[in-house]
């Protein structure tokens, strides 16, 4: 295992505070900025020679565009488009600003570097059962009747009230089959393009007939993000978040944060539920695939300490 990994290839998975700062507005300044931090990371990498493709999620971008199409329809009468839409919307977006963030962060330090980024598919499996169990909320608070009428006529998705904060509309969260435009990061990757993809986990589609369609649904950033890693070859896939890395008893008396793993201690530490579900969870999840896959290291660290997460040197190193 592992002789066809390349160990300077990284898949780097950005996690929501790299694009948006908890309390922010969602400025497109604010945006940029945080994106500018989090480049300033994987610049140092690419000063050290790394090959980066970057994941990143889109959890309050696409919440926002959803609630845009809402609005410009009920005052315009623009018709909302569906969710996997708002997806590709997003990875757009979010791909520009990494993308300007990261080629200008390059320029300032005298290095020539090319940076695409793509809009890319994850293929998911229509029988999945996650589909029957809509679980994964996204989008906004509505009230009831509001909530109600942004459900109507989406087979699938459902609702679910928080006391006191309102109802949210919850959608499937199938595992990743595949990335369909992994060929295409892979080709960028060889021709020495630092390349965006899976923004948001990918836009789910499922195929049907031979016939592709996307789907009110979404995907886990980090399990997509660990799937394309498998598929081009990367040696490492990192995984950058607001904690320094993975904790046993999270939040509770005697907490305690893991360093050098291997493999089979994180599956112990995973079925004894440690990491919280939709959070640290699927981290732990994509951390095992990827090894478990033949890649070399997976690591779960700060935001703040890009390069030395990638290189082992900070967070939660998973190894075979
Ligand atoms: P991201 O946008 O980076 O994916 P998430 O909120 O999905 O961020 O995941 C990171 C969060 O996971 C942390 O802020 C923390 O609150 C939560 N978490 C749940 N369980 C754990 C754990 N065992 N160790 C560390 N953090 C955990
Ligand atoms: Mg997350």
Redesign the pocket.
């Known amino acids: 295992m592992g002789e066809d990994r390349d160990p300077r290839l990284a898949v780097v998975a950005l ?3 790299a694009l948006l700062r908890r309390g922010q507005r969602g400025t497109f300044e604010e945006q940029y900025a945080a994106a500018s931090e989090a480049a300033a990371g994987i610049a140092d990498l690419v000063e050290m020679g790394y090959r980066i493709v970057v994941t990143h ?1 889109n ?1 309050p971008q696409v919440g926002a565009q959803q609630l845009r199409h809402d609005a410009g329809e009920r005052v315009h009468g623009l018709p909302a488009l569906p969710l996997h839409a708002c997806d590709a919307e997003t990875q757009g977006l979010l791909g520009y600003i990494v993308q300007q963030a990261l080629s200008n962060e390059l320029r300032s330090r005298g290095i020539d570097a090319r940076v695409a980024a793509l809009v890319t598919r994850t293929r998911v499996d229509p029988s999945n059962p996650a589909f029957a169990n809509p679980t994964k909320p996204v989008g906004p608070f509505y009230s009831e009747e509001d909530a109600r009428r942004i459900a109507a006529g989406r087979p699938g998705v459902a609702l679910v009230e928080e006391p006191g904060r309102g109802w949210r509309v919850v959608v499937p969260s199938p595992d990743p089959v595949e990335v369909l435009e992994r060929g295409a990061v892979r080709a960028l990757v060889d021709s020495g393009f630092i390349v965006v993809a899976c923004g948001g986990g990918g836009i789910p589609v499922v195929e049907e007939g031979g016939i592709l369609r996307g789907v009110d649904a979404v995907v886990d ?2 399990l997509a993000s660990e799937v394309l890693a498998t598929a081009i070859g990367a040696g490492t896939l990192a ?5 320094d ?4 008893n ?1 939040g509770k008396p005697g907490q305690r944060m893991l360093g050098r793993v291997s493999v089979e201690e994180l599956e112990g530490y995973y079925a004894e539920g ?3 579900s ?4 699927p ?1 732990a999840l994509a951390a095992i695939r990827f090894i478990r896959n033949g890649g070399l290291s997976a690591v779960i660290g700060p935001l703040e300490r890009t390069a030395d997460v990638v290189l082992g040197r900070a967070g939660t190193l998973v190894v075979p």
């Open positions: 996690g929501g505070n999620g959890g950033k980090d995984m950058l978040t607001d904690v890395g993975a904790y046993l999270y440690h990491f919280g939709g959070s640290m969870g981290k």
